[in-house]
């Protein structure tokens, strides 16, 4: 495990074991957890390897973060993993919990694997979906794998995906959501942009085993914007306050034009309606690029963003990739408002 979080304190803290640091939090543990520390502040990144497109599941007290493979240009080299994942209790402190799904269902091209997200289904099943390239069709189709933990192994029995839109280029980005009378949904990007069709977010019920579709798809918005850049991606609905909102992003992501921005929605099928502020988060000194975003509930209770961006000077290169960073999301008016990419140290997102 490497820690890559900066991590400081400004107020004096005692620590059990070896002495810290001057002005450290004191290091992580091997399960992503650290030292308790008065006051504690760190900056980002919070993890430095290469970890794109974080999507981030709570469950009992520890944060599971799943990420698309290492990748060179569009394929991934031989022998590396199909989704990766870090753990973490704090947020910052991340532990690696090295591939979490071994082997890809037998519908899938092996090594080009993208954008994984979990959902609990019960104390003892979880669901991952996934992107893949199909072998039948050669476009990327979403997967469902399931495992007992949230740490997996992932296994997918399927003979089929769950979803693909090979007609419109593919399927790609799931992200499932529960609603508050626990109906599950979710909402997905066809693959537009790939074979030179229009670019959409969509959203689908999900039946109650969280492995089949159930219902009609719904079309929640259609890339038109001027910084959408011809195409928009990852959508992710988080519900606040009783209110809807579609977080998505948008751009070429090997560009330091690629940005974040959201739409409010009457529920998960929609209707939806772009922010005429948008984008909400955009490059900046230390961070180019950032994207596909996964907002939650922090352990303090705030609303906080994980998401990926390149380092300015790296862009498009695996190496060091695109690497995770933390910020902090604020509410006005009923427009969230993200404090980033902050690079500076801020407070850690301790639980009261």
């Not at 989704?83 to 037998?106: I, K, M, N, R």
Request: charged share 15%; with cysteine.
């Amino acid at each position: 495990m490497a820690v890559t979080a900066v991590v400081t304190a400004t107020a004096a803290g005692c620590f059990a074991g070896p002495a810290a640091p001057a002005g450290s939090a004191g290091p992580a543990r091997s399960d992503g957890s650290s030292p308790a520390s008065a006051a504690a502040t760190f900056s980002n990144p919070v993890h430095a390897a290469n970890f794109p497109d974080p999507g981030v599941l709570a469950v009992d007290g520890r944060y599971y973060a799943y990420g698309t493979n290492n990748m060179t240009g569009i394929r991934v080299a031989p022998g590396r993993r199909n989704a990766q994942l870090l753990t973490s209790t704090d947020l910052v402190h991340w532990a690696d919990g090295g591939d979490v799904l071994p082997e890809l269902g037998p519908w899938a091209t092996p090594g080009e694997t993208w954008a994984p997200e979990a959902l609990r289904l019960a104390p003892d099943r979880f669901v991952l979906y996934y992107s893949a390239t199909s072998v039948a069709t050669r476009r990327q189709c979403v997967g469902r794998a399931v495992a007992a933990t949230p740490g997996g192994p992932f296994r997918d029995p399927y003979p089929q995906p769950l979803l693909c839109q090979a007609q419109d280029g593919g399927s790609i980005d799931a992200s499932p959501f529960r609603d508050r009378d626990g109906v599950l949904y979710l909402h997905w990007k066809n693959d537009g942009n790939a074979v030179g069709q229009p670019t959409r977010l969509y959203a689908q019920r999900l039946a109650e085993d969280g492995v089949e579709l159930a219902g009609e798809p719904a079309v929640l918005l259609t890339a038109g914007a001027a910084w959408h850049g011809g195409l928009i991606e990852a959508p992710q609905l988080h519900l606040h306050d009783g209110r809807y909102y579609l977080f998505y992003s948008a751009n070429g992501y090997t560009s330091d034009a690629y940005a974040i921005g959201y739409a409010a929605c009457d529920g998960p099928l929609g209707p939806c309606r772009d922010a005429a502020e948008n984008p909400i988060l955009t490059s900046g000194a230390a961070a180019a690029g950032p994207g596909h975003c996964s907002v939650f509930a922090g352990p303090d209770g705030e609303t906080w963003m994980l998401y990926h961006a390149w380092r300015p000077d790296s862009i498009g290169l695996v190496d060091p990739g695109r690497r995770l960073w933390l910020d902090r999301v604020t509410w006005t008016d009923g427009r969230p408002v993200v404090h980033g990419p902050t690079a500076d140290p801020q407070p850690m997102p301790t639980a009261h």
